[in-house]
């Protein structure tokens, strides 16, 4: 059968359900529950995972304990095991306060579009790029792993439709500062399989060899499973995910939750492609987070799990 016959048999999932998942949370979400989130995450067997972001407090108030929530690794509070616990870093002072704290991996982040960047980061995209240049710089000299984001690569919510053209540069940009691993932003989750195809084949073949890339898609408009699919089918083997499909970005009107981990990891499933996390217990985590934190469940299998257990 010709269908899906370059799916990658392995699937590496980056969740990001307790940074991007929680950063828009209008409720506070205690200490105590993020760790209950992170340890039940890691229990599952998530292996990468963002745990906060080192980002201004008073403009990301729900990241602001990101520090407290190394704190708890340190003290062996969360049991990491060999898994990598990266943070956001926008700029040198957050890598401090990274480098600080303990972190294994920093991820920066620029976008595709110019009033995302300013809104987003209050930098052009040409003045992130060179905040990064020192970061990256930096953090490789203190051996951390280090990714980067382009937001708005399908879309943004100031400037409509992005060029693929817009999203490959700044792609292109980001692998000439020695990022290795590099995720493409449907930030407002607007993306469709082709349009997937249409911003990432251009960048596999251009910095493909060099650079691993990541799919980050929002759910917004019920794609981003289709989106990841779509990614996979050209050799994408890293999918960004959040538990029970929280998520949204504070300066980016509209956009809601990432791709359901639990959602991606049935269909991996199902499909027989490995990603080492169990559902089972993934799904008893993120129903009894969000249990915890008062919030309704988005992930669609988490909703038939619900119903069935
Ligand atoms: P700024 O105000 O332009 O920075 O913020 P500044 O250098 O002008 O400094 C102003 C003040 O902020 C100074 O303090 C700095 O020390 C302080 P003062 O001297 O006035 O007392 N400051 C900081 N404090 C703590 N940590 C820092 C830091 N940097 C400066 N790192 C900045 C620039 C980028 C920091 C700001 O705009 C910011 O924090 N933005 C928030 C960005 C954010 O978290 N966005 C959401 C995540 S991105 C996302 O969701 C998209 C993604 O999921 C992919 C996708 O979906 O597309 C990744
Ligand atoms: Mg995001």
Avoid: W
């Amino acid at each position: 059968m010709k269908a899906f016959d370059k799916l990658p048999s392995k699937i590496e999932i980056f969740e990001v359900g307790v940074r991007d998942g929680l950063q828009n949370e209008s409720r506070r979400v205690s200490l105590e529950d993020k760790i209950f989130l992170v340890q039940g995450l890691l229990s599952a067997g998530v292996k990468r995972l963002e745990l906060g972001a080192f980002v201004r407090p008073d403009l990301v108030p729900q990241m602001a304990d990101t520090e407290l929530v190394y704190e708890a690794i340190h003290q062996s509070e969360i049991k990491m095991g060999r898994a990598k616990a990266f943070a956001l870093v926008p700029n040198l002072k957050g890598l401090e306060r990274a480098i600080d704290a303990g972190v294994t991996g920093i991820a920066v982040f620029t976008a595709a579009t110019e009033s995302f960047a300013k809104r987003n980061i209050g930098m052009s995209i040409s003045e992130s790029l060179a905040v990064f240049r020192d970061v990256v710089t930096e953090a490789k000299r203190k051996k951390l792993e280090v990714r980067g984001y382009v937001s708005t690569a399908f879309g943004c919510p100031f400037e409509g439709k992005v060029s693929p053209k817009k999203s490959l540069k700044v792609a292109e940009k980001l692998a000439e500062l020695g990022i290795k691993e590099i995720s493409i932003g449907d930030t407002i989750g607007v993306a469709t399989p082709m349009g997937v195809l249409n911003v990432m084949v251009p960048m596999l073949k251009s910095i493909g060899s060099e650079v691993r890339l990541a799919g980050h898609f929002h759910d917004t408009r019920g794609t981003a499973l289709a989106n990841a699919l779509a990614a996979m089918q050209i050799g994408v083997s890293i999918i960004d995910s959040s538990a029970g499909g929280l998520g949204g970005c504070p300066f980016a009107p509209g956009a809601t939750g990432n791709l359901a981990t639990e959602d991606l990891v049935y269909m991996l499933d199902g499909m027989g492609i490995k990603s080492g996390v169990s559902l089972e217990k993934l799904a008893r985590t993120s129903l009894e987070f969000s249990k915890r934190i008062g919030r309704p469940i988005t992930s669609r299998y988490l909703q038939a799990f619900r119903t069935a257990n």
